[in-house]
């Protein structure tokens, strides 16, 4: 079965700007957690859904939102976007809300300039 | 609060040669354990896990781990490495709350021919 499909791959952007990330769960998983991967801070826990309601949340400013549709696929916006964004980031879907296996994407790059 | 460290930030090691990898958590109450790899410009692929039982988990292309609840360790080792474990390496803690993911800041594995 398909694995989980982030769109697009690579993204470049300018400041200021905000930027729309997309996120197809496997087929069957209901639970979508995104992350952002840093060279400087690591792989960061931004928010996850469940049944499209936010369960969790990290600790990042309010530019970064995010949604689930009935479909289970999820998107994550960042508004007045900032050098600092760069980064990738990364979509991952569970069957459930219990982690006992989460399956990633391969992310989308996404550069600011 | 979990936390996670990954002792190392890169491990170089001969082809054919034993390697480990050293993961510390910290957590109040019990957890499920993962270890992930990401080859470059790719996602997280889920190499092992610990959720309960057997403290020795072993994966499909030869690497085990160790849960050790006393020292709150969860060890990645390989007896004999190839150049194609060549790859970032990340430790990740969850726990019985279904808390998300928390992960360490990765060890590099090199394997010199």
């Known amino acids: 079965k398909a694995g989980v499909t982030q769109t697009p791959r690579y993204l470049i952007k300018t400041r200021g700007q905000q930027v729309t990330l997309s996120c197809s769960p496997i087929?069957?998983?209901?639970?979508v957690s995104w992350y952002q991967q840093t060279p400087g801070q690591g792989l960061q826990f931004l928010f996850e859904?469940?049944?499209?309601?936010?369960?969790n949340k990290g600790n990042f400013p309010g530019r970064f939102s995010g949604r689930q549709f009935s479909n289970s696929r999820s998107e994550m916006n960042v508004s007045t976007l900032e050098l600092g964004d760069s980064a990738l980031y990364l979509c991952?879907?569970?069957?459930?809300?219990?982690?006992?296996?989460?399956?990633f994407g391969q992310g989308t790059r996404l550069t600011v300039v | 609060a979990q936390s996670v460290t990954q002792l190392d930030s890169q491990v170089p090691v001969f082809e054919e040669a034993p390697v480990e990898l050293r993961c510390n958590y910290s957590?109040?109450?019990?957890?499920?354990l993962f270890w992930y790899v990401q080859y470059p410009n790719q996602g997280l692929q889920l190499l092992l896990k610990?959720?309960?039982?057997?403290?020795l988990v072993e994966s499909i292309n030869g690497f085990e781990a160790e849960f050790n609840k006393s020292q709150t360790s969860f060890h990645l080792r390989k007896p004999s490495v190839h150049i194609s474990d060549t790859a970032e390496y990340f430790c990740?803690?969850?726990?019985?709350?279904?808390?998300?993911?928390?992960f360490g800041k990765g060890t590099r594995l090199s394997v010199i021919a």
């Open positions: 991952a879907s569970s069957l459930d809300i219990v982690n006992t296996e989460a399956f």
């Open positions: 087929s069957g998983h209901r639970s």
């Open positions: 859904y469940f049944s499209e309601t936010q369960r």
């Open positions: 957590s109040s109450v019990s957890v499920y």
């Open positions: 610990y959720l309960s039982g057997s403290t």
């Open positions: 990740a803690v969850s726990d019985i709350r279904n808390t998300p993911l928390v």
